[in-house]
């Protein structure tokens, strides 16, 4: 009796051993259909509008920031996203997203079992989820909160779709301070693997349509310069509006990492649109952050001509022509310097702007025109001129804020520096001039920005730093 007994209690511990942890969806039927038919129609008919509106991006992504509310508000604005998944596979996707009860300190990572939703199972990453929490004593697992959470758990039926049957891990962070530390144990263990990082937030919430309108397009500037400090500058100070900054941030963090990366802008909505309440809002995104090696002779090609035939319409009739453009990095918001050589090489007018406020090839038709009839050092080009100018584009990254002026690529670099309104800036090729860095920063501080020619060592000055690339000349 007592050998059947320990043969009984045997079985039942090795039951016990071996029983799958489950996630259950809390949300079907709420936040997403529960029958499986009809989720899986919605989905594909989301999918199916985002692909009639973009083309698919040719860079490699590495992440996305996908809004996290019912699919009937924000469902469709989610797609946009997901849609360009289609084209690159992922071993494992991460999902960032809050906590919406209450803060919790630390990262909460769900490391074991799978999540279910009405699709049916997807599976946790459990060696890179336990990686993850090894990296910090802050990193733990706290099953409460990520029973009841709905900014993951919306993800999922997206993922099961066009995620090609990629793992998982889930991931619950609700302060800012923890997304650094998170964002660098990701790119460490990230290293040599196809991921994908998903920030999923909503933005602004419940005001008039205009108001948000306005919180939003600043929220999504802000995020547009792929810069951790701004970004945690920005929200601190209360000027944008987010309820997964943490999340967002520590992508941007990671991005900071990863180097080389870009922000395409593909959707926004807002959940006036669907209730017809214009009063109270919520904003919705979708963007890619992608890896860019820069612009390619292809997309060269047609930004020259762009400028070229733009040049053309205006000084013959002036009118502006307009172009369909469906390339999203020639869509990405940029800026731009355009500068205007005579058949002799000599300069006929140099115009742009440091900060991107428009779509890529608009700013290059703007500064076109602005170069040819603005440059006050010169009389307006004339159309005759034309046929032997050649044109020369320069294209400016997002600038990214540096904690120390040890962080500059002296010669790659150029350079921001700015107290209050009082800003000044030198291109890269500016520090053939001067032999070292400190001369370079002195001149660009006195000459440029009307300040004291030590102000890039005074800690309230902001230093910022971006890279140029040039094309033309044609």
């Known amino acids: ?39 899986k129609k919605n989905i594909d008919q989301y999918l199916l509008n985002a692909k009639e509106k973009t083309a698919p991006s040719p860079l490699k992504i590495i992440g996305m920031i996908v809004p996290h509310a019912g699919y009937q508000y924000s469902g469709q604005t989610a797609a946009f996203a997901y849609d360009s998944l289609k084209n690159q596979k992922f071993d494992v996707i991460v999902i960032i997203g809050p906590y919406h009860e209450s803060q919790f300190p630390g990262v909460s990572i769900w490391a074991e079992g799978v999540w279910r939703t009405p699709l049916g199972e997807v599976s946790i990453d459990e060696t890179l989820a336990r990686n993850l929490q090894n990296e910090s004593k802050d990193f733990q697992y ?20 066009v995620g090609g049957g990629a793992k998982i891990v889930p991931i619950l962070i609700s302060d800012i301070r923890f ?22 937030t909503d933005l602004s919430h419940y005001h008039p349509d205009t108001i948000a309108q306005n919180i939003d397009r600043r929220t999504q500037d802000i995020i547009q310069t792929l810069s951790p400090e701004t970004f945690r500058q920005a929200y601190t100070k209360g000027e944008i509006e987010l309820c997964g900054a943490p999340g967002v941030l520590t992508l941007l963090e990671f991005s900071q990492l990863v180097g080389k990366t870009v922000l395409i802008n593909l959707q926004y909505a807002n959940s006036g649109a669907q209730t017809r309440d214009t009063n109270n809002v919520v904003g919705y995104n979708a963007s890619l ?165 030590n102000c890039w060592q005074n800690p309230q000055t902001q230093t910022q730093v971006f890279t140029t690339q040039s094309i033309g000349v044609k």
């Not at 997304?179 to 999923?200: I, M, N, T």
């Open 289 to 453: 952050v992608a890896i860019s090696e820069g612009i390619s002779p292809e997309q060269s090609e047609i930004l020259l001509n762009f400028a070229r035939d733009t040049l053309y319409s205006y000084l013959a009739n002036k009118t502006m022509p307009t172009f369909l453009v469906e390339d999203p990095l020639l869509k990405e918001k940029r800026a731009v310097f355009v500068t205007l050589r005579n058949k002799k090489g000599e300069l006929r007018g140099c115009i742009g702007r440091f900060e991107a406020e428009e779509p890529l090839y608009q700013a290059v038709q703007n500064m076109s025109i602005e170069a040819a009839t603005k440059d006050t050092r010169f009389p307006p080009l004339s159309l005759n001129e034309l046929k032997e100018l050649s044109i020369e584009i320069s294209i400016l990254s997002p600038p990214v804020t540096v904690r120390s002026v040890d962080e500059i690529i002296y010669g790659t670099h150029g350079v921001i520096v700015s107290q209050g309104k009082r800003v000044g800036v030198f291109l890269p090729d500016v520090s053939k001039d001067f032999p070292k860095k400190e001369e370079f920063l002195e001149e660009l501080c006195f000459q440029k920005a009307g300040l004291p020619k």
């Open 142 to 161: 706290s099953s409460h909160i990520h029973t009841s959470e709905h900014s993951l758990e919306v993800q999922l039926p997206f993922i099961q779709v």
């Open 1 to 39: 009796m007592f050998k059947i007994l320990l043969m009984v209690i045997g079985l039942f511990l090795n039951c016990q051993a071996h029983t799958k942890v489950i996630r259950f969806p809390a949300l079907a039927g709420q936040f997403y259909p529960a029958s499986p038919e009809i989720l």
């Open 179 to 200: 997304a650094e530390p998170l964002a660098k144990a990701l790119y460490k263990h990230l290293q040599g693997r196809s991921a994908l990082v998903v920030a999923s």
